[in-house]
């Protein structure tokens, strides 16, 4: 297993920190998060990229930086740790 992977936004959810076509290398071994951080996430078979917002009781609201597109904690309730892919590392523009 590699510890980082390459992920490419699909979308503008997180308008204007990653827009759709950038890619996004992801470190998979990682010991905390904290607010603030960006992490690639699987939810449904999809991949989605957010912000963490709060972390309560070991559970993550995320929300996308552009709000008014972002589907997230708001829509579908908070995230587990199992379902966390990694952090976002550093962006690679098309």
């Known amino acids: 297993m590699f510890p980082i992977a390459r992920f490419r936004i699909s979308d503008s959810s997180m308008l204007p920190s990653f827009k759709g076509g950038d890619y996004v290398l992801v470190l998979k071994i990682y010991f905390s998060l904290k607010v603030g951080e960006v992490i690639v996430f699987e939810r449904n078979g999809k991949f989605l990229i957010k912000r ?15 709000r008014r597109l972002s589907k997230d904690s708001r829509h579908f309730g908070p995230i587990t740790k199992e379902h966390i892919i990694g ?4 962006k690679i523009q098309k």
Do not use: M
């Open 52 to 66: 963490i917002e709060r972390i309560t009781n070991g559970k993550y609201f995320v929300i996308g930086d552009n």
């Open 87 to 90: 952090k976002a590392l550093i």
